[in-house]
């Protein structure tokens, strides 16, 4: 048996399909969680049935939105057997206007009928069973996260739900219908104001907002760095130790366990960077980030949907450029996905704290957050000059918020744990191979480095970087990060011994030029992969190079200048 599951965003899809399943998808409190299918099996009194999680969608009638489109087609062409329909209790007449949509397919449908629990908070009571009986079709009332009403849905699953009785094909007549009906079956009390209205007075306010979101993210850079800390130089006395214990093994001891270990190293700053990210978003509170922006958004040609992949770059750029899908407007879709690539991902947090440690120490957390605020100053910059001169026109942004919930551990250990085994998984592959091409660079004709392969390679090209001091090994650094801007820490370990050796070949104003430039320079490839898939361009992608590079190049000289009269 197939069932799809069809919703708005956010209304509680994936945590159903947990609830119903016993899986571990990642659950949201954010827009733009699921940005592909899921699939998930689970058997019911012996059935087997799987279900398909869809992107969360408003409508299934714009083409143009690759969100809508996933969903339409996939109910189009594969014709489940069942829809799920899942509604947020809590904004009934604007989730009906999908549901009458979804009968037009001329599927059996169950409407689960969920959050009730948080309609409930805000005084609103809804009469399930006039409901089903108006649309005609099972009705079921749920809590996904606490398991209330699935054993319920499942036995409905089984019996296979019906059609539906009404049949509206256009948008105003529809319109109207979802309004009728939700005033029909629901009623509502006034209630005391609740701490989250209080809240929201307090984190949208129209002075207080942006101040406070900066005063988040600043707490959330002091976690990074300072909590983590004691791990790291854990981590880092366990590599040595295995170095030794390996030195007379050099591919193992100076490439394999010095390059992957000197990535490694930085693990518990980007768990705990993900741990950070992973309460803002389960709590409610990114979406009212999200809100808060949309104004500075609109001054750059973009709106307050593109800020959600922009945030969600902080953790990687490829999942975050697919959530891009969410956009309507295809312009801000599009330069949406040209900009991702300045913000700041996980990979380039290694770089960050190794630089800021060796040249800046005391003032870690403050330089390592002017990367990410410089990241993101280019981004919003690049996107206003693309929608000037290339992508004209203006978009839509429509935008409820999620209740306030308080973050169940669970939920922030699958959230942390699926981002932070991505960097792991990379460090048992792309960067474990590496490490073996590079020590084989570095010792192969020669194994004094100066005449290597990579010695070679790196005063070949570092005259390209002789304005900014950088010698062959940065240079060299940069060329092997394209692959993964993890690489380049992984290639100064292997070519200094340590890449605290660092310390000893820049200035201060040579290394904030150097961050700058790993900041913005290249996408890597995985990003490129993405960038050429969702634009569907090869023209783009060449152009997100291209750019990058000038704009690197430009900022980091200009950095490095002026931090010369500084420091």
């Not at 989730?95 to 629990?117: K, S």
């Not at 996904?144 to 739900?161: M, Q």
């Not at 979802?178 to 104001?193: F, H, L, S």
């Given at each position: 048996?197939?069932v799809?599951?069809?919703?708005?965003?956010?209304?509680?899809?994936?945590?159903?399909?947990?609830?119903?399943?016993g899986?571990?998808?990642?659950?949201g409190?954010?827009?733009?969680?699921?940005?592909?299918?899921?699939?998930?099996k689970?058997?019911i009194?012996g059935?087997?049935?799987e279900?398909?999680d869809?992107?969360?969608?408003y409508?299934?009638e714009?083409?143009?939105?690759?969100?809508?489109?996933?969903?339409?087609?996939?109910?189009?062409?594969e014709?489940?057997?069942?829809?799920?329909?899942v509604?947020?209790?809590?904004?009934?007449?604007?989730?009906?206007y999908?549901?009458?949509?979804l009968?037009?397919?001329?599927r059996?449908?169950?409407?689960?009928l969920?959050?009730v629990?948080?309609?409930?908070?805000?005084?609103i009571e809804i009469?399930?069973?006039?409901?089903?009986?108006?649309l005609?079709?099972?009705?079921?009332?749920?809590?996904?996260v606490?398991?209330i009403?699935v054993?319920?849905l499942k036995?409905k699953?089984?019996?296979?739900?019906?059609?539906?009785?009404?049949?509206?094909?256009?948008?105003?007549?529809?319109?109207?219908?979802?309004?009728?009906?939700a005033?029909k079956?629901?009623?509502?009390?006034?209630?005391?104001k609740?701490?989250?209205?209080?809240?929201?007075e307090?984190f949208?306010?129209?002075?207080l907002?942006?101040?406070?979101?900066?005063?988040?993210?600043?707490?959330?850079f002091?976690f990074?760095?300072?909590?983590?800390?004691?791990?790291?130089?854990?981590i880092d006395?366990?590599?040595?130790?295995?170095s030794?214990l390996?030195?007379?093994?050099?591919?193992?001891?100076d490439?394999?366990?010095?390059?992957v270990?000197?990535?490694?190293?930085?693990?518990?700053?980007?768990?705990f960077?993900?741990?950070?990210?992973?309460?803002?978003e389960?709590?409610?509170?990114?979406?009212?980030a999200?809100?808060?922006?949309?104004?500075?958004?609109e001054?750059?040609?973009?709106?307050?949907?593109s800020v959600?992949?922009l945030?969600m770059?902080?953790?990687?750029?490829?999942?975050?450029?697919m959530?891009?899908?969410?956009?309507?407007d295809?312009?801000?879709?599009?330069?949406?996905i040209?900009?991702?690539?300045f913000?700041?991902?996980?990979?380039?947090?290694?770089?960050?704290?190794?630089?800021?440690?060796?040249?800046f120490?005391g003032?870690?957390s403050?330089?390592?957050?002017?990367?990410?605020l410089l990241g993101?100053l280019v981004?919003?910059?690049?996107?206003l000059l693309l929608?000037?001169?290339?992508?004209?026109?203006?978009g839509?942004?429509?935008?409820?918020?999620p209740?306030?919930r308080?973050?169940?551990?669970?939920d922030?250990?699958?959230?942390?744990?699926?981002r932070?085994?991505?960097f792991?998984?990379?460090?048992g592959?792309?960067?474990f191979?590496?490490?073996i091409?590079i020590?084989?660079l570095t010792?192969?004709?020669s194994?004094?480095?100066?005449?290597s392969?990579?010695?070679?390679?790196?005063?070949?090209?570092q005259?390209?970087?002789?304005p900014?001091?950088?010698?062959?090994?940065?240079s060299?650094?940069l060329?092997?990060?394209f692959?993964?801007?993890?690489?380049?820490?992984?290639?100064?370990?292997?070519?200094?011994?340590?890449?605290?050796?660092i310390?000893?070949?820049?200035?201060?104003?040579?290394?904030?030029?150097?961050?700058?430039?790993?900041?913005?320079?290249?996408?890597?490839?995985?990003?490129?992969?993405a960038?050429?898939?969702?634009t569907?361009?090869?023209?783009w992608?060449?152009?997100?190079?291209?750019?990058g590079?000038?704009?690197?190049?430009?900022?980091?000289?200009?950095?490095?200048?002026l931090?010369?009269?500084?420091?």
């Amino acid at each position: 048996m197939k069932v799809a599951m069809v919703g708005n965003p956010n209304v509680g899809k994936t945590a159903l399909l947990n609830a119903i399943t016993g899986g571990d998808f990642i659950i949201g409190n954010f827009p733009g969680t699921t940005v592909e299918k899921k699939e998930g099996k689970g058997k019911i009194d012996g059935v087997e049935v799987e279900f398909i999680d869809l992107p969360g969608t408003y409508g299934l009638e714009d083409v143009s939105s690759p969100d809508e489109k996933i969903a339409r087609d996939y109910i189009l062409n594969e014709k489940p057997d069942l829809i799920l329909n899942v509604v947020d209790a809590s904004n009934l007449e604007r989730n009906l206007y999908l549901t009458l949509q979804l009968m037009e397919f001329g599927r059996p449908i169950i409407v689960a009928l969920n959050l009730v629990d948080e309609a409930k908070k805000k005084g609103i009571e809804i009469d399930s069973e006039k409901l089903g009986k108006i649309l005609g079709m099972p009705v079921v009332e749920t809590v996904a996260v606490e398991n209330i009403g699935v054993d319920e849905l499942k036995r409905k699953i089984l019996e296979g739900g019906k059609k539906g009785i009404i049949h509206v094909k256009t948008l105003e007549e529809r319109i109207e219908k979802a309004e009728e009906i939700a005033r029909k079956v629901t009623k509502k009390k006034v209630v005391a104001k609740s701490v989250g209205d209080m809240l929201d007075e307090v984190f949208t306010d129209k002075y207080l907002g942006i101040p406070i979101f900066f005063a988040f993210m600043w707490m959330a850079f002091r976690f990074t760095y300072d909590v983590a800390s004691p791990l790291v130089t854990l981590i880092d006395l366990v590599i040595t130790q295995l170095s030794e214990l390996f030195s007379a093994y050099p591919v193992i001891s100076d490439g394999v366990i010095t390059g992957v270990g000197s990535v490694l190293v930085f693990v518990p700053n980007i768990a705990f960077l993900f741990i950070a990210l992973a309460i803002l978003e389960l709590s409610g509170y990114m979406a009212r980030a999200v809100f808060i922006m949309d104004k500075t958004m609109e001054r750059f040609g973009l709106n307050g949907r593109s800020v959600v992949p922009l945030i969600m770059g902080f953790g990687c750029n490829v999942p975050a450029i697919m959530a891009a899908r969410a956009i309507e407007d295809k312009n801000a879709r599009i330069v949406t996905i040209l900009v991702n690539p300045f913000i700041s991902c996980s990979a380039r947090l290694p770089i960050y704290v190794l630089f800021a440690g060796a040249f800046f120490a005391g003032m870690e957390s403050a330089v390592i957050m002017a990367m990410y605020l410089l990241g993101v100053l280019v981004a919003l910059f690049s996107a206003l000059l693309l929608r000037k001169f290339v992508f004209k026109g203006e978009g839509q942004f429509i935008m409820e918020f999620p209740s306030y919930r308080f973050p169940r551990l669970k939920d922030v250990w699958l959230l942390t744990w699926n981002r932070t085994k991505h960097f792991l998984q990379k460090a048992g592959t792309v960067i474990f191979a590496m490490s073996i091409v590079i020590w084989f660079l570095t010792n192969y004709p020669s194994s004094e480095i100066r005449y290597s392969y990579a010695g070679m390679l790196g005063y070949f090209i570092q005259p390209i970087f002789a304005p900014m001091g950088w010698g062959w090994e940065l240079s060299l650094a940069l060329i092997m990060g394209f692959v993964a801007k993890e690489v380049v820490v992984e290639t100064l370990g292997i070519v200094l011994g340590n890449p605290a050796a660092i310390a000893g070949l820049l200035t201060p104003a040579q290394a904030l030029g150097f961050m700058v430039f790993t900041l913005l320079y290249m996408p890597c490839l995985a990003t490129l992969a993405a960038i050429k898939a969702e634009t569907e361009s090869w023209k783009w992608t060449i152009f997100a190079v291209s750019y990058g590079i000038l704009i690197a190049y430009t900022l980091a000289f200009i950095v490095t200048a002026l931090g010369g009269l500084i420091f």
